[in-house]
Structure formats: C-alpha cells, structure tokens
C-alpha cells in the first residue's frame, strides 16, 4: 500500500511474452536485458528498479546510489506518513494505472497490486536536475478537489516538497491550478498547452500536468522546466490513453518518451486496490 517496496523479486510481462523471474542480491549492481515485449508490471526497490523494457534488445546497468537518495527517501517517508488525524487510505480515483521506474532517485509513494499480486506503483516521486516531480497513474490525481481525503492529504504534502520554498507561481495545465493555490497559499493560474515553453513558464514554481497530448516540444519544454529547478505534478491513466488511441504501444506515449530521461514511465495494466476503495 503506502509503503514503498523494498527488494526486488520478480518481473512480469505480457501473456504473449515468456514470463522470467529475474532476481538479485541486495546492494549488487542487476543487468536486465530489455526486449521487443514491454514489460507490464515491474517489481521495485525504493531507490532504484527494473528497466521499462522497450525496442532494441539492450543490456543497461543499474548504476551507482546517488548522494541525494537518503534524502529523497527521507522526504517520501514523510510525504507517505499520514499525520495524526489525517486518513491513512489514499483513496482511488477510478482504476489507476501503474507506473515504471528505473531511474535513480525515484521512490514509490503509494503502491497497488499488480497481477499475481505484484506490488506496482501508483503514485511516485522523483529529481531530475536541480528540480522535482511526483507522477501518478491515473488523470483524475491532478484534481485535488475530486480526490478523498487521504489521497488530497498525500498530495498536498507532495505539493509543499515540490516548491521547496521557490518562489513563483503554480501553473495547470489540463488541471485546475486553483485547488493547488489553495491549498499550498500561493497564487495560481491556468494554462494552455501552447504555453510548455521556456518563456511560456518564467514565474512558475509548480506545474500541474494533466495531459499526454504533448507535441515532442511541449515534452522538452516539461522536463526542462524540471531541470531548471520546477516542480511539477504529472498524471495520466496509461492504459486509458492506449484505449483512446486504438492500442498504439506505450512506447508511443508522448509523456513516456518526455519522461525517459527521468527514467519513469506509465504502464498499459491496472493497479488494484490494496484497500476499501484504495490504497493502505
């Protein structure tokens, strides 16, 4: 549920692809050779995970914790503890997709159960330059004012460590920035696609991203604004956008290939519920 995975133990793909069980030590370096088949479900370690596998058949080393990573995990533990009070279930919001991460840094926030009872990860958060991401895997968590109160807890902590005391103002995109204002007492205004430009986010602190209906551009411009120092809240319902666009791969997913370079990416399969209309 709320707790972030701690080993690794195996990895799921699709039914058409041979399922391997692919294991490790804790601490030693893993090689994972990536096929044509992407990978459905991936099982995580806080700080580092498998590889979203996808394309050529490559093999690509896990490299080397980062100096940064006890402080990351330090900040999920305190954005995944509910407060005294607060609701300890983050509630779902539809049927939420899971999440891949490889990228050195990212750690789960909250996980569901993929299949056979896979722990897959529904919400995490992340660094990339000198700026900070959380991705969820379902639209519908860029929305504070439709989620539970468990969820809407969760996330406005995740918002406090996404300005880091920054100042500038939080931008929505496909997403209401009005709630985020609110909630996190700053100023907010709504924004257009056209507007994921350098210039189009001078002043903003915090982004929320509601959309993957990115030009390659619009993608830059994000993962930019990233790296520059922004904070930015991204979701989107992975296998929802595959039905949507008549079963094109997720390789094909425009926030898939933006955030790459993250080393995140969105799946095509359902995180279950862990919980009574969510995750504990």
């Known amino acids: 549920g709320r707790t972030p995975v701690k080993s690794v133990s195996k990895v799921q793909r699709s039914p058409a692809a041979h399922p391997p069980t692919i294991s490790a030590p804790q601490g030693e370096p893993m090689k994972i ?26 093999s690509t080393p896990i490299s080397a914790a980062r100096a940064d990573e006890p402080l990351i995990a330090a900040a999920a533990s305190n954005i995944a503890a509910p407060a005294p009070g607060q609701p300890a279930i983050f509630e779902a919001t539809g049927s939420p997709g899971s999440l891949a991460l490889w990228g050195e840094g990212l750690v789960p926030l909250v996980i569901g159960s993929g299949d056979g009872g896979v722990k897959v ?12 991401f959380v991705a969820a895997g379902h639209g519908g968590y860029t929305n504070l004012e439709s989620v539970g109160p468990g969820a809407q807890a969760l996330l406005t902590r995740a918002g406090t460590w996404l300005l880091a005391d920054r100042p500038g103002t939080i931008a929505g995109v496909s997403a209401a920035a009005a709630p985020w204002a609110k909630a996190l007492a700053r100023d907010g205004k709504d924004l257009k696609r056209e507007d994921l430009t350098a210039k189009g986010l001078e002043g903003v602190a915090l982004l929320v991203l509601g959309t993957p209906d990115l030009s390659p551009a619009q993608g830059d411009a994000v993962m930019e604004f990233i790296e520059r120092g922004g904070g930015v809240v991204v979701a989107q319902t992975g296998w929802g956008w595959q039905q949507i666009k008549g079963g094109l791969p997720m390789t094909q997913n425009p926030l898939n290939r933006a955030f790459a370079r993250a080393g995140l990416s969105w799946t095509d399969a359902i995180a279950d519920e862990t919980a009574p209309n969510g995750y504990a």
């Not at 498998?50 to 490559?58: D, K, Q, T």
């Not at 990860?121 to 900070?132: E, H, I, Q, S, Y």
């Open 33 to 58: 050779q990536k096929h044509q088949a992407h990978f459905r479900h991936l099982v995580l370690t806080p700080l580092a995970a498998l590889l979203f596998a996808a394309g050529a058949i490559v």
């Open 121 to 132: 990860p529904v919400l995490a958060m992340g660094t990339l330059g000198k700026g900070r």
